[in-house]
Each structure stands twice: as C-alpha cells, then as structure tokens.
C-alpha cells in the first residue's frame, strides 16, 4: 500500500519563527509532491508543488525534496498566526492526477 | 481560471434518505472529476474518478450502490449518497481536472466541500 506520513501535531511555533513540515512517502516511483493548506472546516488549497530533487521557493514558503531518502519538506518562513491550518502533503501515486495524502500537520503560530 | 463549485455546502438529512451533491466547474470543461471523503481528523480519501460519459471508477472498499456518481456533462458531475446514515457523516470534497487546465501531474483543483451530517 503506498502510503504518506505526516507527524500529526499540533506543531507549534512563535510568530516570526520558521516552521518545518515533514513528509515521507513510501512508493519510490513517486513524481509529483503538492503542499495543501486546510482550515478548520474548509477545502485543501494548494500552497506549493515540487517535482525536482532541491529546493523550491515561493514568497515565504520553500519546498524541499529529497527522493532518495523519500522525503518532502515544507518551510515557512516569518510564520504568521494566519498560517495556522493544517498541512496536507500529498504524492501522486500513479495514474491521471491520482494522489495520497498524508494525515496533515496541524500548525499553531503562536502571537 | 480553474474554478470549481461545490453545492451545497452543507446538509442535515435523516437517516434513509438520500443526499446529491454537485461540483461543476465553472471556467473550463471538467473531463474528469474525483469525489473524496474526509472523517474527522483524517486524511483526504479518494472515493471514487469518474470522467466525463464514463461509469465512475470506484476504490477499494468504496460501494458503488451507495455512492452513486454522474458525470454527464463536462461542467457537472453529482454525487448521490443513497439510504444514507450517520456513518456517513463526512466532508464530502470534489476535485476537477480538464485537459486544457490540468496534467498527469498538475495539482489538483478542489471545490469548497459538502459537510454532509447524517441524524
């Protein structure tokens, strides 16, 4: 079964901190790697997509993969309170847009 | 571009009855559609594909007699949730993908969701 792993949390972090989100995977064959935000009681929005081994970086957030160790990272940098949510990371799994997703970490950012 | 509509988004129904969601898509023509389904939390699980004049594709464990899904036109795709009871309280989330917006591997576009509560 392929699956995605997420610590669940809550993580938290004071405001202006950085804060790291961890994902692992285990299909090898995995190409695509997408960071969703969810709020309480909402639908996913997609804060980043990584395809390549490095780093990926958009405003405040990075995205880091790494495929030989199986692992896809998320930074956010100068954490706001209104980044509290909870990630989602998702891998696609093979097949037409057909993805798994991680459990998600909730995030706390702490005024 | 890439909007996806999601209706309604939310719904108390008695336990028996029957439930339809829609997701349509709003700006481009939707050739496939995913339906999932989130427990409290839980991760996103993938229910069911179906594309557009196609018998939906369901996954493991998923029954197809129950969630019945119809995808026949490339705006709308429902989901009907038969006979329904409180286990089946979820949020109920649609995905749309076309070919002039999306790619094997492009993200995915979700709509707003459906909190379906069942009594």
């Known amino acids: 079964q392929k699956e995605v792993e997420q610590n669940s949390g809550p993580l938290s972090v004071p405001e202006g901190a950085i804060a790291s989100l961890n994902c692992t995977y285990s299909?090898?064959?995995?190409?695509?790697f997408f960071w969703y935000r969810q709020y309480s009681g909402k639908s996913p929005e997609l804060i980043m997509f990584i395809y390549s081994n490095g780093d990926k970086e958009d405003g405040r957030f990075t995205a880091q993969l790494n495929k030989a160790s199986q692992y896809v990272s998320l930074l956010i940098r100068d954490s706001q309170p209104s980044d509290s949510a909870t990630y989602l990371c998702?891998?696609?799994?093979?097949?037409?847009?057909?993805?798994?997703f991680g459990i998600g970490t909730k995030l706390q950012v702490i005024p | 571009g890439a909007v996806v509509s999601q209706h309604p988004s939310w719904v108390i129904c008695k336990s028996g009855t029957s439930v339809k969601i829609e997701c349509r898509s709003l700006?481009?023509?939707?050739?496939?559609m995913f339906w999932y389904r989130q427990f409290p939390k839980q991760s996103l699980m993938l229910m069911a594909t179906?594309?557009?004049?196609?018998?939906?594709?369901?996954e493991q464990g998923v029954e197809k007699d129950k969630f019945l899904i119809n995808h026949a036109s490339l705006t709308l795709s429902t989901l009907t949730v038969t006979s329904a009871h409180p286990e089946d309280s979820s949020f109920y989330i649609c995905?749309?993908?076309?070919?002039?917006?999306?790619?094997?591997?492009?993200?995915?576009?979700f709509g707003n969701g459906t909190r379906l509560t069942v009594t």
């Open positions: 179906s594309n557009e004049g196609s018998k939906a594709t369901y």
């Open positions: 998702a891998v696609n799994t093979g097949g037409y847009q057909k993805v798994t």
């Open positions: 995905s749309a993908s076309g070919q002039r917006i999306s790619s094997y591997n492009s993200p995915l576009h």
């Open positions: 700006d481009f023509q939707a050739t496939t």
């Open positions: 299909d090898r064959g995995s190409q695509s």
